[in-house]
């Protein structure tokens, strides 16, 4: 029987969202390239690092605040930019506003299915995200559109690769929805009546139209078009990156780092934060866990500006390795995807809310107040010996560290 009411964890929002969204629509938001290896490999990664755990003196009073591009967060999470969430109306908006209510913040993809304006409103500290894609003069139009609409930031990603799709059949997506996609969609779409008639109670149809993307020329261009004009692009040099920060003005996060002298190259750029992330596997199948590049970026970039890691992250446990491995904060992906498609905007508040109880019992297990405090030392990665690999000589290193 479908499990109704309150979330218990993402796993159980993930079921959820598979439960409602018509195949292709589902596939859509797995994403993934060649065999998925590294949607696997960004959680399973992250599974296999432990707490060194910690019994008797349990701290009461945990501190999960922090700041990341001069915004005030009540803990170090935020929600990832995720492109055209015509997963139910409104879905940015509902999203960013849960971020809201839980003291944090939201990106807002390129290739959104809502506009800015009205996500600000939900959310008045949220993050517009860049993609490279069109003449410059256009990247440049929606820079300055961003900038005086009042993005809290930019987030430029950097990471976009156009290549093989996946090894499984994932289903086709309509570029228009119009009469006759509905037709050719409509065996895939009657098994999950849910997911229109959210939209058709509200007298709407899923669209596939992107408007941050729009220019002057074309304000409401299609998914299609967009993710065309990003795959015919070169991407980005740091030239560029140093100059969107200066047309930008504000503080601008450089999203899909993975070497540490590409993070080097990012500060000189100039940007406020870097994130440590594979696109959750949508771009390269053949790319390390982000959690497994996130230590030696973290230590290239050296507390010059804030880190993020970003793949693979499905509970609070997961924040706190990321920390301890050198993340300031971490970024969402599917986890609250998942949510947003099962439960819209009260489903993101009690995914947040999990995380939240997760990032506490994590803390207090590793005997840890605030999550400032969190180190190597508070974790065993797999690359690590454990107590009973380590010669008898050196024992106690670990007990006492
Ligand atoms: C369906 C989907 C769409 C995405 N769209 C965007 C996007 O528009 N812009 C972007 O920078 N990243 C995008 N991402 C990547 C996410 O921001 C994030 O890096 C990734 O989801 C993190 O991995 P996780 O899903 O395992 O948490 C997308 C990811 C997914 C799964």
């Not at 439960?19 to 290896?37: D, M, Q, S, T, W």
């Not at 990341?68 to 995720?82: C, E, F, R, Y």
């Not at 009042?150 to 990471?159: C, S, W």
């Amino acid at each position: 029987m479908a499990q109704t009411g309150p979330l218990t964890s993402v796993a159980d929002a993930h079921r959820r969202a598979r439960r409602r969204l018509p195949r292709p629509v589902y596939f859509a938001c797995i994403g993934g390239r060649g065999e998925g290896n590294v949607i696997r490999r960004n959680m399973e990664d992250l599974e296999n690092i432990v707490f060194r755990s910690h019994v008797g003196d349990e701290p009461e009073d945990l501190n999960l605040e922090t700041r990341i591009m001069g915004q005030h967060l009540s803990m170090p999470l935020l929600l990832s930019p995720i492109g055209a969430q015509a997963l139910r109306p409104d879905a940015e908006a509902q999203a960013a506003h849960a971020a809201q209510k839980a003291g944090t913040t939201f990106g807002l993809s390129n290739v959104a299915s809502q506009g800015l304006p009205e996500v600000l409103r939900a959310n008045p500290n949220t993050l517009a995200q860049l993609y490279w894609g069109g003449p410059k003069d256009e990247i440049l139009e929606r820079v300055h559109r961003y900038r005086d609409q009042g993005a809290a930031g930019l987030i430029v990603t950097l990471d976009w690769s156009k290549g093989p799709g996946t090894d499984w059949d994932p289903g086709k997506i309509p570029a228009k929805v119009n009469l006759k996609a509905m037709a050719q969609f409509a065996p895939a779409v009657a098994p999950y009546p849910t997911w229109l008639l959210t939209f058709l109670l509200r007298g709407q149809l899923p669209t596939l139209h992107v408007p941050q993307f729009g220019t002057r020329e074309n304000p409401n261009p299609t998914f299609v078009e967009a993710l065309d004009a990003i795959e015919s692009t070169t991407q980005p040099t740091w030239q560029d990156v140093a100059w969107i920060k200066e047309e930008f003005g504000g503080p601008v996060m450089a999203k899909g780092i993975f070497d540490p002298d590409d993070a080097r190259r990012a500060i000189d750029a100039g940007v406020d934060a870097i994130s440590v992330s594979n696109h959750g596997g949508n771009t390269v199948d053949e790319k390390q866990s982000a959690i497994s590049a996130l230590p030696t970026v973290a230590k290239a970039v050296n507390g010059q500006v804030d880190v993020l890691m970003d793949g693979g992250v499905r509970r609070g446990s997961d924040v706190v390795k990321a920390m301890a491995l050198g993340a300031d904060a971490v970024m969402l992906g599917r986890a609250y995807l998942w949510a947003l498609i099962a439960r819209g905007e009260v489903g993101v508040s009690e995914i947040l809310q999990i995380f939240k109880d997760g990032i506490k019992q994590s803390l207090r297990t590793v005997r840890v107040e605030s999550v400032h405090d969190l180190g190597p030392e508070h974790v065993i990665t797999p690359h690590q010996p454990r107590y009973w690999e380590l010669a008898p000589t050196e024992y106690t290193a670990p007990l006492t560290s």
